[in-house]
């Protein structure tokens, strides 16, 4: 079964840092560029970072530049968010998801989520 | 950055009638080399991830019921869901992927009436 699967959210104080994963099976991971988006609670989808498929690459909405990396380890078909200076802003719960060959850039496999809550 | 305004923001319509969803891009999202729309279509169902509908603004994943239809070009597109049914209550997203950040619409609640 193609799935991807998100772990290590949880309660952070302001300013402190998490370290999300995103592990992925049923799929070639290398083949794929792979994206964090997020949705804070009762809000709307926020993209946040995409990296290449050799993770050469990588874009990031300008809301968590210079805070916020995204990485991969394809020996591990594994993704990663680092947050860093997190903000009460950042509470959210954190997609991983696909970006598919043939669905023009379009998001085609989606975990079910971590949460991540800011407060003190 | 590319904004997406959708419109309504909320819509009711009664099972089997035709339910239209609009976006519109800040900018245009065609790319002219290869005349394809940079746009997608979501759903997200109460509780779960969002599940990709459209591509390329007008074809249909894999999978995604023919009542479900994209049309429109450059910047401004259009959701069309032909006959509702009870399990299309749901937010509806569009996503620009023409440029970075992907950024999406603000969504549209979409209920029965």
């Known amino acids: 079964e193609v799935q991807v699967v998100e772990s290590g959210g949880g309660l952070v104080q302001p300013g402190g840092s998490l370290r999300l994963s995103c592990a992925a099976s049923g799929f070639t991971f290398s083949n794929h560029w792979m994206s964090w988006v997020r949705q804070a609670p009762g809000k709307g989808l926020e993209w946040v970072a995409i990296?290449?498929?050799?993770?050469?690459?990588?874009n990031y909405v300008d809301s968590v530049k210079g805070r916020f990396t995204i990485s991969r380890d394809n020996t591990k078909n594994s993704l990663y968010l680092e947050m860093n200076s997190l903000r009460a802003e950042d509470t959210a719960v954190y997609f991983c998801?696909?970006?598919?060959?043939?669905?023009?850039?379009?998001?085609?496999?989606w975990g079910k989520g971590t949460t991540v809550t800011v407060s003190s | 950055d590319i904004v997406m305004t959708q419109s309504p923001d909320s819509l009711a319509v009664s099972l089997g009638e035709r339910a239209t969803i609009n976006c519109k891009s800040s900018?245009?999202?065609?790319?002219?080399?290869?005349?394809?729309?940079?746009l997608g279509w979501f759903q997200q169902r109460p509780g779960q991830p969002p599940k990709l509908l459209i591509y390329w603004s007008s074809t249909r994943e894999s999978g995604v019921p023919d009542r479900f239809s994209g049309s429109g070009s450059g910047t401004d597109f259009t959701l069309t869901i032909s006959s509702l049914q009870a399990e299309d209550v749901a937010v509806y997203y569009c996503?620009?992927?023409?440029?970075?950040?992907?950024?999406f619409g603000q969504g549209t609640k979409l209920e029965i009436k």
């Open positions: 990296i290449k498929k050799d993770g050469s690459e990588k």
């Open positions: 998801a696909r970006v598919g060959t043939t669905t023009g850039w379009g998001e085609d496999v």
């Open positions: 996503q620009q992927f023409y440029s970075t950040p992907h950024t």
């Open positions: 900018q245009s999202v065609l790319n002219s080399s290869n005349n394809k729309n940079y």
